[in-house]
């Protein structure tokens, strides 16, 4: 989801003293929105329609429709439009939902102000993906087939490799058999809808839409001061005659000493996509088949146009093919290279358990996953954020390992794929796990959770004011010689020392010999506070020192934070000074 809050230019327009309060506190939240003035309402709300990005109005909806319908043109270029209520009770994403933001900003300004969004777009009333939410260019057919997507008609999806897609319904499949289908392209068969996902150009018809993946580098030399209009003109020559769709160019790629050349920069500012430049070392590393003696003599590569399409944005030229090889005007030469998709894998945290400690980056990365693998209990905990079509592997305690190889067996195959753990993802969790089996194929994203310690902490207070470490009391994949030398380092170095997996029926003795390591060398009235199911149903906080904890309160679902020599109890609460002026 992006973050229209940041990244965008916000006009507030308000005519009441409370629209005028909360655009007022919409205008301290957020620093690219600003109230709009003008001589009437109607002047200030068409200011902020033709020099704002998008307009949040605290007017009323029949007014807002009244004074911008002649002003409306193109959802893809008119401003989002959110009107919110005299009470703040509801914020109405009135006008460029899904291509405008308008949807996303109407979430965050109910979220900022307390108030109901108010969604209508079909496909997010629904939980489906709308075909212009998908982060890649569609064209086509957009509205038929979101429409044929909603009532269940099937659709034929069409692709010319596996791409990462995110979950799509039941009703939109691959054909049965390539006989029944097509490649991607002609005309929809049988009269049948169809969703296409290529880099080619496809005559398209009113049943047929098609997704541009970012399949395609063309890579660009020139001679230096080349006219834009030249790179730009060869270019789209090159993409047309070889039947490839512009929409679909990643990258434009060239050698270092190009980076600053104004016509290859232009172009690709003029396309959107960014200019990936290339060390002449590294291009002359890359076979390809129209190597010269006199681009060699002149840049220290024998090609930069073939060279720098196959080595892409990532370098991975063994996963590329040339399409189209160096072709030359009088400054400019372009190659096109197409390179294969990788699977997409997000190692999700989904924090200590309670959805408002959930992060919105990680229910995007949920709604964006087309296969969610996870431990059962965890994933029953967002079983309503996964989209319709959604497959979900799910196995018990104990199968950690199982867990990482078969997400990463399934980003492998180019899907995309959310991993799931409790807390945070990289911290006693499935991140590390994973990531020992997740190669170049992949793309990973990691998204960070709310770890068990931080919601322990809060509840206990400030116990991790200081310096402090995480030790686990697992000896299930590490021996107990090497946990009981570290929980004497963090002893002897006098940190504050959280303990997970402290204690269970079947290990019941590690944490009393933790626990005297500690005590050893710290005062017996030490705080130690056990937490157990932390923002869940059963929350417990138990306080206790060093010399009274009796492990038996403490086990599998329990975080134990034990103080270093500094730590008090201050009203009831753990507190960790942290240097700064402290009471005697």
Same mark, same amino acid.
């Given at each position: 989801?992006?973050d229209?809050?940041?990244?965008?230019?916000?006009?507030?327009?308000?005519?009441?003293?409370?629209?005028?309060?909360?655009?007022?506190?919409?205008?301290?939240?957020?620093?690219h929105?600003?109230?709009?003035?003008?001589?009437?309402?109607?002047?200030?709300?068409?200011?902020?329609?033709?020099?704002?990005?998008?307009?949040?109005?605290?007017?009323?909806?029949?007014?807002?429709?009244?004074?911008?319908?002649?002003?409306?043109?193109?959802?893809?270029?008119?401003?989002?439009?959110?009107?919110?209520?005299?009470?703040?009770?509801?914020?109405?994403?009135?006008?460029?939902?899904?291509?405008?933001?308008?949807?996303?900003?109407?979430?965050?300004?109910?979220a900022?102000?307390?108030?109901?969004?108010?969604?209508?777009t079909?496909?997010d009333?629904?939980?489906?993906?709308?075909?212009d939410? &998908? !982060?890649? +260019?569609v064209?086509?057919?957009? %509205?038929?087939?979101?429409? $044929? @997507?909603?009532?269940?008609? *099937?659709? #034929?999806?069409?692709?010319?490799?596996?791409?990462?897609?995110?979950?799509?319904?039941?009703?939109?499949?691959?054909?049965?058999?390539?006989?029944?289908?097509?490649?991607?392209?002609?005309?929809?068969?049988?009269?049948?809808?169809?969703?296409?996902?290529?880099?080619?150009?496809?005559?398209?018809?009113?049943?047929?839409?098609?997704?541009?993946?970012?399949?395609?580098?063309?890579?660009?030399?020139?001679?230096?001061?080349?006219?834009?209009?030249?790179?730009?003109?060869?270019?789209?020559?090159?993409?047309?005659?070889?039947?490839?769709?512009?929409?679909?160019?990643?990258?434009?790629?060239?050698?270092?000493?190009?980076?600053?050349?104004?016509?290859?920069?232009?172009?690709?500012?003029? &396309? !959107?996509? +960014?200019?990936?430049t290339?060390? %002449?070392?590294?291009?002359? $590393? @890359?076979?390809?088949?129209? *190597?010269? #003696?006199?681009?060699?003599?002149?840049?220290?590569?024998?090609?930069?146009?073939?060279?720098?399409?196959?080595?892409?944005?990532?370098?991975?030229?063994?996963?590329?093919?040339?399409?189209?090889?160096?072709?030359?005007?009088?400054?400019?030469?372009?190659?096109?290279?197409?390179?294969?998709?990788?699977?997409?894998?997000?190692?999700?945290?989904?924090?200590?358990?309670?959805p408002?400690?959930?992060?919105?980056?990680?229910?995007?990365?949920?709604?964006?996953?087309?296969?969610?693998?996870?431990?059962?209990?965890?994933?029953?905990?967002?079983?309503?954020?996964?989209?319709?079509?959604?497959?979900?592997?799910?196995?018990?305690?104990?199968?950690?390992?199982a867990?990482?190889?078969?997400?990463?067996?399934?980003?492998?195959?180019?899907r995309?794929v959310?991993?799931?753990?409790?807390?945070?993802?990289?911290?006693?969790?499935?991140?590390?796990?994973?990531?020992?089996?997740?190669?170049?194929r992949?793309?990973?994203?990691?998204?960070?959770?709310?770890?068990?310690?931080?919601?322990?902490?809060?509840?206990?207070?400030?116990?991790?004011g200081?310096?402090?470490?995480?030790?686990?009391?697992?000896?299930?994949?590490?021996?107990?010689?090497?946990?009981?030398?570290?929980?004497?380092?963090?002893?002897?170095?006098?940190?504050?020392?959280?303990?997970?997996?402290?204690?269970?029926?079947?290990?019941?003795?590690?944490?009393?010999?933790?626990?005297?390591?500690?005590?050893?060398?710290?005062?017996?009235?030490?705080p130690?506070?056990?937490?157990?199911?932390?923002?869940?149903?059963?929350?417990?906080?138990?306080?206790?020192?060093?010399?009274?904890?009796d492990?038996?309160?403490?086990?599998?679902?329990?975080?134990?934070?034990?103080?270093?020599?500094?730590?008090?109890?201050?009203?009831?609460?753990?507190?960790?000074?942290?240097?700064?002026?402290?009471?005697?």
């Amino acid at each position: 989801m992006p973050d229209l809050t940041v990244t965008t230019r916000i006009g507030l327009v308000a005519a009441t003293a409370a629209g005028r309060r909360h655009a007022d506190a919409v205008a301290a939240a957020w620093p690219h929105a600003r109230l709009v003035e003008g001589e009437t309402v109607a002047d200030a709300l068409r200011s902020a329609w033709t020099g704002c990005d998008a307009v949040v109005a605290f007017l009323a909806t029949g007014a807002v429709v009244r004074i911008l319908a002649p002003l409306l043109g193109d959802k893809h270029s008119d401003p989002a439009v959110v009107v919110v209520d005299e009470a703040a009770r509801h914020a109405v994403a009135l006008l460029g939902g899904h291509a405008g933001g308008g949807n996303d900003l109407a979430e965050q300004v109910g979220a900022l102000l307390d108030a109901r969004p108010v969604i209508t777009t079909a496909t997010d009333a629904v939980g489906l993906p709308g075909l212009d939410t &998908l !982060g890649w +260019p569609v064209q086509g057919a957009v %509205a038929a087939l979101s429409r $044929a @997507i909603l009532d269940g008609e *099937p659709v #034929e999806l069409i692709a010319d490799a596996d791409w990462p897609l995110p979950a799509l319904p039941p009703n939109v499949q691959p054909p049965a058999s390539p006989a029944d289908g097509d490649t991607a392209g002609g005309g929809a068969a049988g009269g049948g809808y169809r969703l296409l996902v290529t880099d080619r150009v496809v005559p398209l018809d009113e049943r047929t839409a098609v997704l541009r993946p970012p399949s395609l580098v063309a890579g660009v030399g020139a001679s230096r001061g080349v006219p834009a209009e030249e790179v730009a003109e060869l270019l789209h020559r090159v993409l047309a005659e070889a039947g490839l769709h512009p929409a679909s160019l990643r990258c434009l790629a060239s050698a270092d000493v190009k980076a600053d050349e104004a016509g290859i920069r232009s172009t690709a500012d003029v &396309l !959107g996509v +960014p200019l990936v430049t290339w060390p %002449a070392t590294r291009l002359a $590393a @890359i076979d390809v088949p129209h *190597p010269s #003696e006199v681009v060699r003599a002149a840049v220290g590569t024998p090609s930069v146009a073939e060279a720098a399409a196959l080595l892409g944005a990532d370098g991975r030229a063994e996963h590329a093919t040339l399409l189209v090889g160096k072709t030359a005007t009088a400054m400019a030469t372009v190659a096109v290279a197409r390179h294969v998709p990788r699977g997409r894998l997000a190692v999700v945290g989904l924090g200590p358990g309670a959805p408002d400690l959930r992060t919105p980056r990680a229910v995007a990365e949920l709604r964006r996953a087309a296969v969610v693998v996870g431990l059962d209990q965890y994933l029953d905990q967002v079983r309503d954020v996964f989209r319709p079509g959604t497959r979900v592997l799910s196995s018990g305690l104990g199968a950690e390992e199982a867990r990482a190889r078969a997400a990463v067996a399934e980003a492998a195959a180019g899907r995309a794929v959310a991993l799931v753990g409790s807390g945070d993802a990289g911290v006693y969790a499935m991140a590390s796990p994973a990531l020992e089996y997740a190669d170049e194929r992949i793309d990973v994203v990691g998204v960070p959770g709310v770890t068990a310690a931080l919601a322990a902490g809060a509840l206990l207070g400030a116990p991790l004011g200081h310096d402090h470490a995480y030790v686990s009391l697992s000896d299930l994949h590490t021996p107990w010689e090497v946990i009981e030398r570290r929980v004497t380092a963090a002893a002897e170095g006098d940190f504050v020392t959280v303990f997970y997996n402290p204690r269970s029926r079947a290990r019941d003795w590690q944490l009393g010999k933790a626990l005297g390591i500690l005590a050893a060398r710290r005062p017996p009235d030490t705080p130690v506070g056990v937490v157990r199911n932390a923002s869940r149903p059963g929350e417990r906080v138990h306080l206790a020192t060093v010399a009274t904890l009796d492990p038996a309160v403490v086990d599998m679902y329990s975080v134990v934070v034990v103080g270093n020599s500094d730590t008090r109890l201050v009203a009831g609460r753990m507190v960790t000074p942290r240097g700064y002026r402290w009471r005697s």
